[in-house]
């Protein structure tokens, strides 16, 4: 390999690195917002609505996560185009389903077996569930390497 190629592959790096922080970073910032929306719902039907800390969330997962598919189409992997929307839809709805079961799972884990309250025990659950929802909307949904819609059948 030629000292020119070593250093275009080094600039490719860099820029890889850095599309994915830039995209890491527009993801973080529509999490926050759903994130925000989501907990609001949680506590409304914790304290107005007298649920249970796993209905809570289940209400709170389904306000955030169908605003945050408008948000992640439309501005998060916008740059992907060309996508089958009844496929996408069809994919992130199961992350979505992914998603919330995992987070119900944990919340009934430790809010019920561990004995947090359900705060802590949403906070915890939601960290961590939120790094393998990005990772499967980043490598699976948003993606074309792995647009279904465009099999030949």
Do not use: C
């Amino acid at each position: 390999m030629t000292e020119n190629q070593k250093e275009k592959l080094a600039d490719t790096e860099k820029v890889g690195i850095k599309g994915f922080l830039h995209l890491l970073s527009q993801y973080g910032s529509t999490s926050l917002f759903t994130t925000i929306l989501d907990f609001g719902v949680f506590q409304i039907a914790l304290k107005y609505f007298a649920a249970t800390a796993v209905i809570a969330t289940l209400f709170g997962r389904l306000m955030g996560s169908s605003s945050s598919f408008v948000i992640h189409k439309f501005w998060v992997f916008n740059h992907i185009h060309g996508l089958n929307m009844k496929i996408l839809m069809y994919k992130y709805i199961l992350g979505i389903i992914v998603g919330t079961i995992l987070n119900l799972g944990g919340v009934y884990i430790l809010n019920n077996y561990m004995h947090l309250s359900p705060w802590p025990a949403r906070i915890i659950t939601a960290s961590t569930v939120w790094f393998i929802v990005f990772t499967y909307n980043r490598l699976w949904v948003f993606t074309k390497k792995i647009d279904i819609g465009k099999i030949q059948h």
